[in-house]
């Protein structure tokens, strides 16, 4: 079955950086585009990042530009996100998702993880 498994995620002080990765099974990776969201306590999901089924574009939210990377390996059926210049409000849990188009709409994602959390402090 699809399965989505993000990882890296974890405590880190401001300034900090982390790398998380997304580990797909039980579908075609390389023929779906991917995202990154986050979810910080009692906000609603926003988008972080996409990249593009062949790895050619990337799209990053401007709160993140800049800082955040989101790469693919699909030899490794992975895709990653570098985080750097880590603020306090970076603190969310983040989720891959996959689907047809490297959108910012949650709604265009077919697969999705269960989040990693990650706690930057101040």
């Known amino acids: 079955q699809v399965q989505l498994l993000e990882s890296g995620g974890g405590l880190v002080q401001t300034g900090g950086s982390l790398r998380l990765s997304c580990a797909a099974s039980g579908f075609s990776f390389s023929s779906y585009s991917m995202g990154w969201f986050r979810q910080a306590p009692g906000k609603e999901r926003e988008f972080v990042a996409a990249?593009?089924?062949?790895?050619?574009?990337?799209y990053h939210a401007d709160s993140v530009k800049g800082r955040f990377t989101a790469s693919r390996d699909d030899a490794k059926n992975s895709l990653y996100l570098q985080m750097s210049s880590l603020k306090p409000e970076d603190t969310a849990v983040y989720f891959c998702?996959?689907?047809?188009?490297?959108?910012?709409?949650?709604?265009?994602?077919?697969?999705w993880g269960q989040g990693t959390q990650v706690t930057v402090s101040s």
């Open positions: 998702a996959a689907g047809i188009e490297p959108v910012s709409e949650d709604h265009a994602y077919d697969y």
């Open positions: 990249i593009s089924w062949s790895g050619t574009s990337t």
